[in-house]
C-alpha cells in the first residue's frame, strides 16, 4: 500500500487546511484510514480514523472541529481542518491497515500500530 498526502502548509489561526491522501496498491479489503500528527518534540498522535464501515473517531481535541472522509472512487483519504489553533503545528501523516474482522464485526488496531505510512506533510499555523 502506498500513501502519499498533500495539502499541507502555513495557515493563521482561525482558518482552514484540507489533507488529501492518495492510496494505491491495496486489495479490496476491510481496510481502517487514519490521520496521526507529531509536533517537534512531542509523541505521534491519532488525528482521525475511519473503520472499513466509515465510522469515523476523533482525538478529543479535534471533535467538532476536523473532519474525516474517505472517497472510495478516488482512493482518496481526507481530513477537513476547521478554526486551526497554533497547537495543531505538526507534520501530519496518513495511515492505513487492514481492520480486525476475527470476531465478525471489523474494528481498527490503534492508528499508531497501522502498517503503511506515508511520508507526512507539514501543518503550520500562526
Known amino acids: 500500500v502506498q500513501l502519499v498526502e498533500s495539502g499541507g502548509g502555513s495557515v493563521q489561526a482561525g482558518g482552514s487546511l484540507r489533507l488529501s491522501c492518495a492510496a494505491s496498491?491495496?486489495?479490496?479489503?476491510?481496510?481502517?484510514w487514519g490521520w496521526l500528527r507529531q509536533a517537534p518534540g512531542k509523541e505521534r498522535e491519532g488525528v482521525a480514523t475511519?473503520?472499513?464501515?466509515?465510522?469515523?473517531t476523533y482525538a478529543d481535541s479535534v471533535k467538532g472541529l476536523f473532519t474525516i472522509s474517505k472517497d472510495s472512487a478516488k482512493d482518496t483519504l481526507y481530513l477537513q481542518m476547521n478554526s486551526l489553533k497554533p497547537e495543531d503545528t505538526a507534520m501530519y501523516y496518513c495511515a492505513a491497515d487492514l481492520g480486525d474482522c476475527s470476531t465478525g464485526d471489523c474494528y481498527c488496531h490503534p492508528a499508531n500500530d497501522f502498517r503503511y505510512w506515508g511520508q507526512g506533510t507539514q501543518v503550520t499555523v500562526s
Open positions: 475511519i473503520a472499513p464501515d466509515g465510522t469515523p
Open positions: 496498491g491495496y486489495t479490496i479489503a476491510p481496510y481502517c
